[in-house]
């Protein structure tokens, strides 16, 4: 795991022809073009991605173990092996790639272009700075879960394929999970399977953020009062439990015109608050892989007694 976010650190996303991400989301893509708008035909769909998913990378892990069982050298080459299948499963430098390009945009126009590039499915067109903003800065928190503690932790719980079938379901949740006529029924299990696999995640990310703010520079009291106050305040369970961590964190309102506003009282973001945003999802970055090396590191040692 360690070699694996170091990799990511340093080199970022394999080619796209390489990205499992990309594979799963084009079988999602295909499959929807060819299945009717139903509930049924939505399970199945997902279902049987799911299983090839599942297969491939039980599959992976089971030759990884294989071969790190004939000696050290072997085993240094599964490790290599394992962080190279382990990496595209999750990403913290693009994340951080996509808020940097935001608040170095030229213009409004070109920061709103930006944002809807490569940010959120949202109409970016008439957003006003500090919505932008604001939008940023949600998107670097809901990531930060969604991309990055959420992978590694289920990478702890259950190897590659957990950490795998995460991504794939994310991904789903992703491209079908919207209140749409066409997408409303087909999409629901997909969306609702996301849900349940980001519930630990989402709050663990929000832990995580009021421990970095000593470190980042960040308001403590606030982030935890207004995570108690305005964490169930969006209609995704998930999304707003980092959200309004980190609007506390800030000290600035983060909204969706008639959706949700956290930290009302708060004023809104600007050009500033992002390099503040990412510096304190940094800290969180790096409390979680400590946290969860920590933890594989102790488990090995129980183990070996």
């Known amino acids: 795991m360690l070699l694996a976010w170091f990799t990511d650190r340093l080199l970022g996303e394999p080619p796209a022809r390489l990205h499992p ?4 989301g084009a079988y999602l893509r295909a499959a929807r073009r060819r299945s009717p ?5 939505g399970v199945w769909a997902w279902g049987i991605g799911a299983a090839a998913v599942l297969l491939v990378f039980s599959a992976a892990q089971w030759l990884l173990i294989v071969l790190a069982g004939r000696g050290l050298a072997w085993s240094m080459a599964a490790a290599v092996l394992c962080a190279l299948a382990l990496k595209p499963l999750f990403a913290w430098r693009a994340l951080r790639q996509a808020g940097v390009a935001v608040l170095a945009a030229p213009s409004l126009a070109a920061a709103r272009q930006a944002l809807g590039w490569n940010l959120v499915s949202r109409d970016t067109s008439d957003l006003s700075a ?5 939008a940023t800065i949600e998107s670097l928190a809901e990531n930060l879960s969604d991309s990055l503690v959420a992978p590694l932790l289920c990478f702890v719980i259950g190897g590659l394929p957990l950490a795998a079938l995460y991504r794939y379901a994310n991904t789903a949740d992703a491209m079908w999970g919207y209140h749409t006529p066409e997408l409303e029924r087909f999409g629901k299990w997909a969306a609702r399977f996301d849900d349940v696999l980001n519930f630990i995640p989402a709050r663990l990310t929000a832990w995580l953020l009021l421990l970095a703010c000593p470190l980042a520079g960040g308001d403590a009291r606030t982030a935890w009062r207004l995570w108690r106050r305005d964490g169930r305040r969006t209609a995704s369970p998930n999304a707003g439990q ?8 800030l000290g600035v309102q983060l909204s969706k ?3 949700y506003c956290l930290g009302a009282e708060l004023p809104e973001p600007i050009g ?3 390099p503040r945003a ?3 999802c940094e800290t969180a970055a790096w409390l979680a892989v400590g946290a969860f090396a920590g933890l594989l590191l102790g488990w090995a040692a129980l183990r070996s007694f």
């Open 242 to 249: 980092p959200m309004s961590t980190i609007s506390g964190a």
């Open 278 to 280: 990412l510096w304190l």
């Open 130 to 134: 500090g919505e932008v903003y604001g």
């Open 37 to 41: 708008p139903t509930l049924t035909t």
């Open 257 to 259: 015109r008639g959706h």
């Open 272 to 274: 500033a608050d992002v």
């Open 21 to 24: 991400v990309i594979w799963m």
